[in-house]
């Protein structure tokens, strides 16, 4: 995707040395990058958030094996690296998942061999994603082409939540990808992007980039999604994943649940991008069994803003002393997800779809 002309993704290798990220804590007031050096840098860049979404942050993780190869490339360390990567994160699937696909490729390997093969094997991962959610587009654009058709005049509102665009991604984004497919065909696209407290990913990223993009959006409240639905203001949702389970539970950012709920009230299609490396076969029931993050009491009682003078600032919300919680992510079940928008088209939301479609991740040829 691009930034003012300019085509970048979220990560890139340095010479084999660092890592390069977009420091997605200072969207959307400042745009910097920074470099992971180090398997402790990679590990703080996940859990602060500097870099996040699931499919991002197991490119961070494959990166963040490279790096740990270049410092000891010993299986013992790797793997003591690799669970010190999978700790920092523990919903989103695609962490373990590339940190286990890295380890696997570097085991029979000598030690010697290792850091060269884990930085070509994290480039792999990324050049991967980035054409998984590619495909996803090009599977979710009839879906829009649809909805155009059916419309006698204005564009096609979509409603999403949190970010799951190029952002969360390494490009192209889960969610967004058929968004920017339409956009870029020419079709009119409206996107209504909830604000996703607490940490505001959808007003902070998703409006973002999809203003850098040039793609027509409107931040609303979190709660203001029902209103529109009843009121025929959204053609249909589409969200991203964290992790999906073979079931088809969906785990995303919490309040997705509650959209799903409203859709399915409102009888607007519910949509879910999920590329393979977030899917679980191993999960059947995604509420019971997806562990869930709590996160810092810290994202809820405060946020961050430009001041008058320009300058991004603090301010606390809450009363001194209030108890505060603050779960993540909440899980969707499959019964409201109207379908799965995947790399190798659009799946039911059921554990014999899912297992046709993917048959290498159910363990059948």
């Not at 993780?61 to 790096?67: K, P, Q, R, W």
């Not at 792999?124 to 590619?134: P, T």
Request: proline share 5%.
């Amino acid at each position: 995707m691009k930034i003012d002309g300019r085509a970048w993704r979220t990560i890139w290798p340095v010479e084999d040395r660092a890592a390069g990220v977009i420091d997605q804590r200072r969207l959307p007031h400042e745009f910097a990058t920074v470099e992971l050096r180090g398997l402790a840098d990679a590990c703080v860049a996940i859990s602060d958030m500097t870099v996040r979404g699931a499919p991002l942050i197991g490119a961070a993780a494959a990166y963040g094996l490279a790096l740990a190869a270049n410092a000891d490339p010993e299986t013992s360390s790797l793997r003591a690296a690799g669970e010190r990567l999978c700790a920092t994160r523990p919903t989103a699937v695609n962490l373990r998942w590339a940190v286990e696909r890295v380890l696997a490729r570097l085991a029979p390997l000598e030690p010697a061999a290792r850091a060269a093969a884990a930085w070509t094997e994290a480039a792999a991962i990324c050049d991967e994603d980035a054409e998984a959610n590619r495909m996803i587009g090009v599977h979710g654009l009839p879906l829009i082409e649809k909805l155009a058709a059916a419309k006698k005049d204005g564009p096609v509102n979509l409603l999403t939540h949190c970010n799951a665009g190029w952002l969360a991604c390494v490009d192209w984004g889960t969610a967004t990808s058929p968004i920017y497919q339409a956009h870029d065909a020419g079709i009119k696209v409206h996107v209504w992007v909830d604000e996703t407290r607490p940490r505001n990913q959808g007003a902070f990223l998703t409006a973002w980039e999809l203003g850098r993009h040039g793609v027509p959006h409107t931040v609303i409240a979190d709660n203001a999604g029902g209103h529109l639905m009843q009121h025929g203001q959204v053609d249909a949702c589409i969200v991203g994943t964290d992790r999906t389970t073979a079931a088809g539970d969906v785990c995303n950012k919490i309040g997705t649940y509650l959209k799903a709920l409203a859709a399915r009230d409102c009888g607007v299609p519910f949509y879910v991008a999920l590329p393979s490396s977030s899917l679980d076969p191993a999960l059947g029931d995604g509420v019971k069994e997806i562990p869930i993050e709590e996160r810092s009491a810290r994202e809820v009682t405060h946020i961050g803003g430009l001041g008058a003078d320009g300058a991004v600032e603090e301010v606390q919300l809450t009363p001194a002393g209030s108890g505060v919680a603050n779960p993540g992510f909440d899980v969707t079940p499959a019964r409201l997800v109207t379908g799965l928008l995947t790399e190798r088209g659009l799946v039911a939301a059921d554990r014999a779809a899912l297992a046709a479609a993917f048959p290498e991740k159910f363990g059948k040829s």
